[in-house]
């Protein structure tokens, strides 16, 4: 499989593979070239995936930046800021190569559009910048959504059949289509709030959180980011708002709501600029948080975390 970087500032190919051969043919080829190029390469792709990487790579393997993306990538909506940007830009003066393959089989039915509107992202983030950014599609175990999606937030598809155009691709309507309303547990404990309660709500939360188990330095970060999305609220969405909290499974879910509208697509992950004061909130909530989901319209904008007990 040919993955040659073409001419354009940024190059975001999606590989579409099947079987052990095609992955390694299609992403040891990328990262030898790019070393070959003298370009400096990262790799984040799931555990298993990295540990077949490092192998075919050998000596390699050395000159490689190796991430596993379970980790790194558990939230979606912090590849952006923590894997991508955060290697990019430690590369400013030369083209960066990375691999990355945020969409796997065992991503959750409740993670996928987070995904989704990660790979999305991904072109607003990086437009202009010389960096290709590759990022594998498991075409034996990935439903058909998941491959439908990938033809249309990557401008062009590698595969065992050469490299084309997609003639589907609008990584905006992928944004657009995953921007789903959302709509708080019928038990869930809910507080108003506003500029006068704000260390209420945080006290809430860290009340109603280890009501429902989570406990140790979960806790922390879900009183954290409450904190940081209810003083956005106050700040920048009308001057107050709901929080709401409950747990679905083994995950302790905080919601937030206000009347603001997000108007950003790339808010929370666009790290701030050196010596920039504020506008970290919603990227700190990422970092901490094992999912974020978020939607805003008309009415006003909600932001939902999730937190493994």
Do not use: K
């Amino acid at each position: 499989m040919s993955t040659v970087v073409t001419d354009e500032a940024f190059d975001h190919p999606a590989l579409f593979y099947r079987g052990e051969r095609e992955y390694l043919d299609g992403t040891v080829s990328f990262v030898r070239e790019g070393l070959g190029l003298g370009e400096p390469v990262a790799v984040a792709v799931p555990g298993p995936r990295l540990e077949l990487i490092r192998t075919a790579l050998g000596d390699d393997a050395e000159d490689v930046l190796l991430l596993d993306m379970t980790r790194a990538g558990r939230n979606p909506g912090r590849i952006i800021p923590g894997v991508l940007r955060s290697f990019a830009d430690a590369h400013p003066d030369t083209r960066a190569r990375i691999i990355g393959e945020p969409v796997w089989a065992g991503r959750s039915a409740l993670e996928y559009p987070a995904c989704a509107q990660h790979e999305a992202l991904i072109n607003a983030a990086f437009e202009g910048r010389a960096v290709t950014i590759l990022c594998p599609y498991d075409e034996e175990h990935l439903d058909e959504r998941a491959l439908a999606d990938a033809a249309v937030t990557h401008p062009v598809i590698v595969s065992r059949d050469g490299r084309r155009t997609s003639d589907v691709y609008d990584w905006r309507s992928v944004v657009d289509r995953y921007n789903e309303a959302l709509e708080p547990a019928a038990d869930a404990a809910v507080l108003s709030f506003d500029a006068a309660n704000l260390y209420t709500a945080r006290a809430f939360t860290v009340e109603q959180a280890g009501r429902l188990g989570l406990g140790g330095q979960r806790l922390q970060d879900a009183e954290l980011a409450v904190a940081e999305l209810t003083t956005n609220s106050v700040v920048h969405g009308g001057g107050h708002g709901t929080l709401a909290v409950w747990a679905e499974a083994d995950r302790l879910v905080c919601e937030v709501r206000d009347t603001g509208r997000l108007t950003d697509p790339l808010a929370g992950r666009r790290p701030p600029a050196r010596g920039q004061i504020g506008g970290r909130g919603l990227m700190l909530v990422h970092y901490v948080a094992d999912l974020v989901r978020q939607h805003t319209g008309d009415d006003g904008t909600t932001v939902r975390f999730y937190l493994t007990c």
